[in-house]
């Protein structure tokens, strides 16, 4: 992922999270961001949809483990 | 993001920011334990258009910030959310919704899908919440209409399962109710045949919308969202993957919209919809600058931008007749600023349209506080709309009360924009609404008049009042329901009756109730006052008593008095009973009671209560005012 993606996926985190010291890191998960519930997944999933200008498909909404999982994810979605 | 919503009109909102800089403004106040400053920012996030991203981190800040902080606010609303989708992101961007409107909000969230059985349940968590609104949001998949063939008994059984639900609610709970109606999904497998086939479910829907408003009655509101569906788009509103990840009935990006207008629909309901509209004149009435172009350079009337002021300014009457106050502030010399009202061919407002018309050079703020004073209206009722940002931005900042409408660039986005902010919805529309204008008109010539008679007493008997005070009957019921919504300075205890509270009182025989009329050698001001009284043993004690603020300082409470002293002479009770209940507003009354001679029985931190004899009391009220019966003049007293 290039860093300019990368920085525009941490700005959305701390924006939908409300966290503005978050520190986007690849290992991170659900678990380790407060408030990320199952709504706030939702919530998440279509900030990034419209940050991004792309569209999830079903079986991606939930697939991923973790955040770099998510970027990789986003990165072949990007480039297609 | 937002970007795209840019060309949709103006909004209220801040100049030289954008909403992402306001939520991380909002979280920096947060941090630094803050609170009013971060509500502040929040309620400013909601103005930069509908973006629901920046919508849902806003609200989620702002649960985090009441923890600590209440919102400033008008009122305090309890909103019960029942519905038959996913309505958590609903429930959580309401509050946030209701800012801009000066509501601090509070939801209770049914459970999901299931806003029947909780109408049902006599005992449940929706009637211990005991809300002041109940909010049935549904969509289309709730209706069992087939895609055709349908019968009109179909349609009927329909209806009823949904009045029935509106009934049982009316029963239990004096909240009121905001129904849904149903957006229509643009899919139809027939196509265009829909649309004249009978029978179709297409139009089935159609009739059952128009139904539901047919029988939405004085408790029920109807949230109209297949207009909404239509105004922001269908193929937006509905979003089938949304649907089908997490049973998002209205899709994410909708929301903001529809939380907005549910918010607005409240607000109106409780009669907190602003008063006043107050304009700038060059490019805002027509484009160009009087002071500079002369009349006949100003762009007005003919070609694409003189349409559009025209247009403008054809809105802006229609809210006048709806009972919305008119008012001007302008940087301009007064005759200047007059010239095109006065000489313009294709000026469609007129000076006497205007209820206070301030052209000069001072500070805008300055002259907005001075239009609040003459009509006698808080700041907080005032909507103020200028093109010039750097003008609305100093109003911004220095008086916070007043909400302010972000023009866009094109005039002809004008309309648009003031319809988009929802600050002039209107629920109950009573005739005193209409006449409004003319009685705030013959205030600021009252205000003339009082300052050349030369003792107040000559200036009372100048006025020639007359009133008309008998008990509250079901004609009067909406406006003395309105009143007490939203009666702020005169009104001793500012208790908010719901309507069915009242009617509770007006069938009790132990309860005295009055109105009181006012009409003056001015104008003809109409029900202005409520009077309300609890009989206990031969002592009446007086639950309600207020006065809308357009009749402060006329003696009316004296005459208000004299009538509840007739009452309780001829129901043989000897003493009154008073309670003033002290609130942000409401110091002009303070001293109501010592004024009349009541003495302090009690005195607590929040209220204090007092008592007269009634023989002590002057049943003939106010000498100023007389009193007649209905519109024949007729004396009584």
């Given at each position: 992922m290039t860093l300019k993606s990368h920085d525009r996926l941490e700005e959305l985190f701390r924006r939908v999270f409300n966290d503005y010291a978050l520190v986007l890191r690849d290992r991170m998960t659900a678990a380790d961001v407060e408030g990320w519930d199952s709504i706030a997944h939702i919530n998440l999933m279509f900030s990034i949809e419209q940050e991004f200008g792309i569209d999830f498909e079903r079986d991606e909404f939930a697939r991923f483990t973790d955040i770099g999982d998510l970027k990789r994810l986003l990165e072949a979605k990007l480039a297609q | 993001m937002s970007e795209q919503r840019t060309s949709s009109g103006g909004r209220i909102g801040g100049e030289g920011r954008d909403a992402a800089a306001c939520l991380k403004l909002a979280n920096d106040s947060h941090r630094s334990g803050n609170g009013p400053a971060a509500i502040g920012w929040l309620k400013r996030v909601t103005q930069f258009g509908d973006d629901f991203v920046s919508w849902q981190s806003a609200a989620s800040l702002l649960a985090r910030v009441r923890e600590t902080h209440t919102p400033p606010a008008k009122r305090t609303v309890k909103v019960a959310l029942l519905g038959s989708y996913t309505t958590a992101q609903m429930a959580s961007l309401l509050p946030l919704a209701a800012l801009a409107f000066d509501m601090d909000l509070e939801v209770y969230e049914g459970p999901y899908g299931a806003y029947r059985q909780e109408i049902i349940n006599s005992i449940g968590p929706l009637y211990e919440a005991d809300p002041d609104f109940v909010v049935i949001a549904v969509h289309e998949g709730e209706v069992a209409f087939p895609q055709i063939g349908g019968k009109p008994e179909d349609l009927d059984a329909e209806l009823s399962r949904w009045t029935s639900l509106w009934d049982i609610l009316k029963q239990r709970v004096s909240a009121r109710i905001i129904q849904h109606n149903i957006a229509i999904r643009p899919d139809s497998p027939i196509g265009h045949v829909a649309a004249s086939l009978e029978g179709s479910r297409y139009r089935m829907l159609q009739d059952l919308n128009s139904r539901l408003g047919l029988e939405a009655g004085e408790r029920v509101a109807i949230l109209d969202c297949e207009r909404l569906a239509s105004l922001i788009g269908k193929r937006r509103w509905f979003d089938d993957r949304y649907w089908y990840f997490s049973k998002q009935g209205v899709s994410l990006e909708a929301l903001p919209l529809l939380v907005r207008h549910t918010a607005a629909l409240i607000a109106a309901e409780l009669g907190l919809t602003r008063k006043c509209v107050v304009v700038d004149l060059d490019n805002t009435l027509w484009g160009g600058v009087i002071g500079e172009d002369d009349l006949s350079g100003i762009r007005l009337g003919d070609g694409p931008h003189g349409e559009a002021f025209v247009a403008f300014q054809e809105y802006l009457l229609e809210l006048k007749r709806r009972g919305i106050l008119l008012a001007v502030c302008s940087k301009n010399n007064e005759m200047d600023a007059r010239l095109p009202f006065e000489r313009h061919p294709d000026m469609r407002i007129k000076l006497d349209d205007v209820a206070v018309f301030l052209a000069n050079w001072a500070p805008k703020p300055e002259n907005l506080t001075t239009i609040a004073e003459r009509l006698n209206i808080g700041l907080d009722a005032l909507v103020f709309v200028d093109d010039d940002p750097v003008e609305r931005e100093i109003v911004r900042l220095s008086l916070p009360e007043v909400a302010v409408i972000r023009l866009p660039?094109?005039?002809?986005?004008y309309v648009r924009a003031v319809s988009e902010s929802l600050l002039f919805e209107a629920r109950l529309f009573t005739q005193e609404d209409a006449q409004r204008t003319e009685q705030y008109r013959a205030r600021a010539q009252i205000a003339e008049l009082e300052s050349s008679a030369s003792t107040l007493e000559e200036f009372y008997t100048s006025l020639e009042m007359r009133a008309e005070i008998a008990p509250i009957d079901g004609f009067h019921l909406p406006r003395v329901v309105q009143l007490i919504g939203k009666t702020n300075q005169f009104n001793l205890t500012t208790r908010r009756h719901s309507r069915a509270t009242v009617e509770a009182f007006l069938a009790d025989q132990e309860y005295v109730h009055l109105y009181l009329k006012l009409r003056d050698r001015f104008a003809d001001h109409g029900l202005v006052g409520v009077l309300i009284a609890r009989r206990i043993g031969d002592l009446l004690d007086i639950d309600t008593w207020l006065l809308s603020c357009r009749a402060i300082g006329r003696t009316a409470e004296a005459a208000m008095l004299g009538g509840l002293v007739v009452e309780a002479q001829m129901r043989g009770c000897t003493r009154l009973r008073g309670t003033y209940i002290p609130t942000t507003k409401n110091a002009v009354v303070s001293d109501l009671f010592s004024r009349f001679g009541f003495r302090l029985v009690e005195e607590q931190a929040r209220k204090t209560v007092w008592e007269c004899d009634v023989a002590a009391l002057d049943p003939s009220g106010s000498q100023f005012i007389e009193r007649v019966v209905g519109r024949d003049d007729a004396e009584v007293a």
């Open positions: - | 660039d094109d005039p002809a986005y």
